[in-house]
């Protein structure tokens, strides 16, 4: 039972590191740092409230319904509207794909100076076996476990001697100073959706049925959900305020992901620069799984064919080709030889523009009696999930032309 | 009993409690003046493209005959072989013996049983 437990909470961990730091939400972290300093540490508290309130509903729809919360999703929406979050999730997905297999590659460039772009085959090689050959408990456990790596952040922040106060009053009243506010809102934009990804909460629901969990494991859930994006959230804090403390003072706007480990060596040396590697990797590799199962989990779903880990692959055909196929297309986008950094912050943006589709839907299933029994949203759960639908919402409408005027200023 | 919210869209499991497919669409037979009733379920092979029609449909029979089925047509399941409904409909033989399997079975054989470890 007990082993249970601390597997459950494994998989609230790693859907925190796919959603608040994986690749992405360690690159729009630290842009964010180096940009605005703690003018942005705002964000991660709507992130982590909204990653807590509806990992835990995704996860309840599992529970209570006895299915994945997509596959609820398709049934309750019917085919033609459940394709829209359908496509957006697969876009978002295979774009967070290209950004995760990016920061796999480019812990190895930083190793051994070869470019990341030849290494990225070869990571996509690694992480499609794993996905072919490996449990989900392995996957999930392993990687959350490695994950651990990125508290160096927090403990580097900490070396830092970040002036509380300040952090406080940034927390309350942001400064922008004279940077711009286009480029500011684009950022929260781009966090909202780094710390949000739609990925993360179709496949906890997914990974909850993936390891069998039962109808008495509702507070196994909350505290899976709430201990799991704490966690995620206190790292993303610990990545931006390390930014600001010691790449903002050098007037790195537009850092590479180098100087972030450089800043976290600088307190702890060697161990922290081996920890910094290992972490980034780890959590790359993590949201590189998810977003490939969730994208499986997803389709196979919609079409009501056999899905999971726990069939060998020519039994669950549909959902293997689906992860399958993703690898070989991620490959292709990165070889067109797009910019990491900036492709990471355009699939950020585009997976918060993706939301509300993912998002609103979830918010219908749990509040629908006919799957959810006595386990319906409860009014205080409905009050902060819809705020945070219509914030997402209005973050959506202005996705689109902070997009272009972003990729318009370059 | 409301077919659209209990029936339509409902995920479909076999004699073996395996998946095979969605409720795509209910055939509805009706003689003389009376009321209309169920004669049968449709799922699979390209019953939702027929739907929405145009291009997707033209896609979906595309990929079908990519995999080897040459002539994709709804598969048709007759009322009586539905054995209960809850929150899935539950079929009382197995998805080979009602050749709802065609699509799997073909993906499995030709594409990801040839990847070692499949």
């Not at chain 1, 540490?41 to 990653?51: D, E, F, K, Y």
């Not at chain 2, 080979?96 to 799997?104: E, F, W």
């Amino acid at each position: 039972m007990q082993w249970h437990k601390i597997a459950g909470l494994a998989l609230g961990m790693l859907t925190a590191v796919g959603g608040f730091v994986d690749i992405g939400g360690i690159i729009t972290s630290m842009q964010a740092g180096a940009q605005f300093r703690f003018a942005l540490l705002w964000t991660l508290v709507p992130g982590i409230v909204g990653a807590i309130v509806y990992t835990e509903m995704s996860g309840r729809i599992a529970l209570a319904s006895g299915r994945a919360a997509f596959d609820v999703i398709r049934e309750r929406l019917g085919y033609k509207l459940a394709l829209i979050p359908l496509v957006a999730a697969v876009i978002a997905n295979l774009l967070t794909l290209v950004a995760e297999l990016a920061g796999m590659a480019l812990v190895f460039e930083f190793a051994s100076r070869v470019s990341y772009l030849l290494w990225f085959p070869i990571v996509a090689l690694f992480l499609w076996i794993v996905l072919w050959k490996a449990s989900f408990d392995l996957m999930d456990q392993g990687t959350a476990l490695l994950g651990l790596a990125t508290f160096v952040f927090v403990a580097a922040m900490v070396a830092l001697h970040p002036p509380v106060g300040e952090i406080g009053k940034e927390l309350i009243l942001p400064q922008i100073g004279g940077s711009s506010v286009a480029a500011y809102l684009f950022m929260i934009v781009s966090l909202l959706g780094a710390n949000m990804t739609p990925y993360q909460f179709y496949f906890y629901s997914s990974g909850v049925i993936e390891e069998r969990w039962g109808g008495e494991d509702f507070t196994l859930n909350r505290a899976s959900s709430i201990i799991g994006t704490a966690f995620g959230g206190i790292v993303a804090f610990g990545i931006m305020v390390v930014a600001a403390m010691a790449l903002y003072p050098q007037g790195m706007r537009n850092p590479d992901l180098r100087s972030l480990g450089e800043a976290v060596s600088g307190p702890f040396g060697v161990v922290g620069w081996v920890l910094f590697l290992v972490g980034t990797f780890a959590v790359s590799m993590g949201a590189g799984l998810e977003s490939a199962l969730s994208t499986a989990y997803s389709v196979a779903q919609y079409f009501g064919f056999d899905w999971g880990k726990r069939f060998r692959p020519k039994a669950a055909p549909v959902f293997s080709l689906v992860y399958t196929a993703m690898i070989p297309l991620a490959v292709l986008i990165a070889l067109t030889g797009v910019d990491p950094i900036q492709l990471t912050l355009w699939a950020m943006a585009i997976a918060a523009f993706s939301l509300p589709f993912s998002f609103g839907p979830l918010l219908i299933v749990a509040n629908d009696q006919e799957y959810m029994g006595e386990q319906q949203n409860s009014r205080a759960i409905n009050a902060v999930a819809i705020f945070l639908l219509l914030l997402l919402s209005i973050i959506t409408v202005v996705t689109i032309p902070l997009l272009i005027i972003n990729i318009g200023g370059g | 009993m409301d077919l659209g919210r209990f029936v339509l869209d409902k995920q479909l499991l076999d004699s073996d409690k395996r998946r095979c497919g969605k409720v795509d669409d209910l055939a509805l037979v009706a003689e003389n003046d009376e009321l209309p009733v169920v004669a049968g379920i449709l799922a699979q092979q390209g019953t939702l493209a027929r739907d929405m029609g145009g291009f997707i449909f033209r896609l979906v029979r595309w990929l079908y005959r990519l995999v080897g089925i040459r002539h994709p047509e709804p598969v048709f399941i007759a009322w009586d072989l539905v054995d209960k409904i809850d929150v899935v409909v539950h079929l009382c033989k197995t998805r080979h013996a009602l050749g709802l399997d065609r699509l799997q079975s073909a993906l499995g054989e030709r594409i990801i049983g040839k990847i070692p470890g499949a």
